[in-house]
Structures are given as structure tokens and as C-alpha cells.
């Protein structure tokens, strides 16, 4: 039985980049910088020089720019690459596809991660070092009747995964995932161990996943594979897949689509096998 998923409009809370005022950015010509400003335009480059009152700041365009301590409200590093057509930001999001994971993993200074897959569906996400990712995620409006009763309808998932090995174009991880789902009196649950394998750069790869259940209720106790793929094709856009073949699902699901990069969080949009798929998420 497939979960029917529901246009949503997205509102999620964005996370904090908040620094003290006084625990400034180091000189460092390499890093880029954005600074919230207290008043006026927030202001980006890189910090070429300091004193006890100011930073100085190189912008994109060359310009060198005083901003005075007192007058930053708050700074975070941004990660990417200036390129002849603007800033070209990293994607910090590809530990996973739209649902699939992938077997790399987030770098322990990184963090943590949030999301909303669905209105419905918020997802945090936390590296406990930088071979080690924890996840959950549960459906929070799903859980009534139509009489407006609560019931234990919907979907909750938790999933851990351990990098075994990575370097630059490929990588392989295993992990553990536990989902359950209940709608209109039917449903189940399924335990799986999996192992994945991503072949190809941050932009440009390749990524095959099978497992198999440890325990189920309610699903058949068969294999499952998946086979998906990203491409980047401009500076903030990447195109996405995946193919699933899933226990007690005839034929393959399927979801594609793309994930904007922004500067300090990604949207994504796709559909395919269930009717639309809206994720927003953000990291630091």
C-alpha cells in the first residue's frame, strides 16, 4: 500500500547561525564569510585584515569594505567556490537523495540538519562524528480521523548509517533503518540492514543501495534495492532520482526531480510514483 502524499505549502523555521559579536572570523584570504549586519545590506567576502575596532573585508567585486565590530549582528562561513558566473555554493545535503541515503556522510563539524519532507513530515538529522549519521522523522498531522480524533495513523522512521570508507569519487557505508506506517486500520512495520555504495563527485554520481528485513509486521520479508542518481547542471541546480523496488509493491517506485542549493539551506521538489514530493532542509 503506497502513502499518498499532499501538495504542501512549506514553512519551516530556519536554523541559527548566531555568533557572538566579539568572537569574530580569523584573518583568513581563503574563507568566505557572510555578515548579518545590524543595519543595512548583509555584506559577504573574505577578511583580509582585523584591529581591536574593525574587519576588513575583500568582496566578490574586489572592493575593500571597513564593518566596524560593534555594527556585525552575526557571521557564518559559507562553503563553495566563486566562479566566472557568481558564487557557487557546495552541496551540503548529498548524504542523501530525496529519501534514499547515500553512503556518504555529513562532516561531524557540520552537525546537525533539519527538514520537512511534506508539510506533514519534519526530519532532523545529526552526525555524531564524520562516519556516523543518526535520523528520524514522524508525520505529525496524519494522526486524526476524520472525526478530528487522534489516532495512531502515519509514518515514522528512524535510520543510522556508518561510513566504512570514502574518498573523492566513491564511497561505501552500511546501515540499519526501522519504518512504520498505518492508514484507515492497515499497515506495518519493517527492520532492514542495508549496505550502499556512491560512485561519482559531489555533482555528479551514481548511488545503489540493498538490504534486506530483520524484522517485519505486516510487509512481506523480501529484498530491497534502489537505484538513483544526481547531476548538477548549473550553479544552484541539481537534477535527482531514484528507482525502489519495495516489498509488497508491484513494479518499481519511482521519484525525480531537482534540489535548489542555497546558501545555507536546499529546497527540493520531485515527483514520480506518489503524486508530488516537497522537502525543504537546512544545515549547520
Same mark, same amino acid.
Given at each position: 500500500?503506497?502513502? =499518498? ?18 568572537t569574530l572570523p580569523p584573518v583568513d584570504s581563503a574563507a568566505v564569510i557572510k555578515f548579518d549586519m545590524k543595519k543595512g545590506r548583509d555584506r559577504v567576502g573574505r577578511v583580509v585584515a582585523a584591529d ?21 549582528? #552575526? ?10 558566473? *557568481? ?21 561531524? %563539524?557540520?552537525?546537525? =540538519? ?10 532532523? *538529522? ?6 556516523? +549519521? ?12 476524520? &472525526?478530528?480524533? @487522534? ?8 535510520? &543510522? ?13 552500511? *546501515?540499519?533503518?526501522?519504518? @512504520? ?10 527492520? &532492514?540492514?542495508? =549496505?550502499?555504495?556512491?560512485?561519482? =563527485?559531489?555533482?555528479? &554520481? ?19 534495492? +534502489?537505484?538513483?542518481? %544526481?547531476? @548538477? ?6 537534477? +535527482? ?15 525525480? *526531480?531537482? @534540489?535548489?542549493?542555497?546558501? #545555507?539551506?536546499?529546497? #527540493? ?8 514530493? +516537497? ?6
Amino acid at each position: 500500500m503506497r502513502p =499518498s502524499l499532499v501538495l504542501p505549502l512549506l514553512v519551516v523555521a530556519q536554523p541559527a547561525f548566531a555568533q557572538r559579536p566579539k568572537t569574530l572570523p580569523p584573518v583568513d584570504s581563503a574563507a568566505v564569510i557572510k555578515f548579518d549586519m545590524k543595519k543595512g545590506r548583509d555584506r559577504v567576502g573574505r577578511v583580509v585584515a582585523a584591529d581591536d575596532t574593525s574587519l576588513t573585508v575583500v568582496t566578490f567585486a574586489g572592493a575593500r569594505v571597513a564593518l566596524l565590530q560593534d555594527s556585525i549582528k #552575526e557571521w557564518h562561513r559559507l562553503h563553495g567556490s566563486l566562479t566566472p558566473g *557568481g558564487w557557487r555554493p557546495m552541496d551540503l545535503t548529498t548524504n542523501h537523495l530525496f529519501f534514499a541515503p547515500t553512503a556518504r556522510t555529513t562532516r561531524a %563539524e557540520g552537525c546537525c =540538519s533539519v527538514g520537512d519532507i511534506d508539510v506533514f513530515m519534519p526530519t532532523v *538529522g545529526f552526525a555524531v562524528s564524520d562516519r556516523v +549519521m543518526l535520523s528520524a522523522g514522524l508525520s505529525l498531522l496524519e494522526g486524526f480521523d476524520s &472525526a478530528g480524533h @487522534r489516532d495512531d495513523s502515519g509514518v515514522t522512521f528512524a535510520d &543510522a548509517k556508518v561510513g566504512l570508507g570514502s574518498g573523492r569519487f566513491a564511497a561505501i557505508a552500511v *546501515g540499519a533503518f526501522w519504518g @512504520r506506517y498505518k492508514s484507515e486500520g492497515r499497515g506495518g512495520s519493517v527492520g &532492514a540492514g542495508y =549496505s550502499v555504495v556512491t560512485v561519482g =563527485s559531489n555533482d555528479h &554520481a551514481v548511488t545503489v543501495l540493498g538490504g534486506y528485513p530483520f524484522a517485519t509486521a505486516g510487509f512481506a520479508p523480501d529484498p530491497i534495492v +534502489m537505484l538513483g542518481g %544526481e547531476t @548538477r547542471v548549473t550553479r544552484r541546480l541539481k537534477l +535527482m532520482t531514484e528507482f525502489w523496488s519495495l516489498p509488497q509493491i508491484r513494479g518499481v517506485s519511482a521519484i525525480y *526531480g531537482a @534540489r535548489w542549493l542555497g546558501d #545555507e539551506f536546499s529546497l #527540493e521538489l520531485g515527483t514520480g510514483s506518489y503524486p508530488v514530493w +516537497m522537502a525543504i532542509k537546512a544545515g549547520w
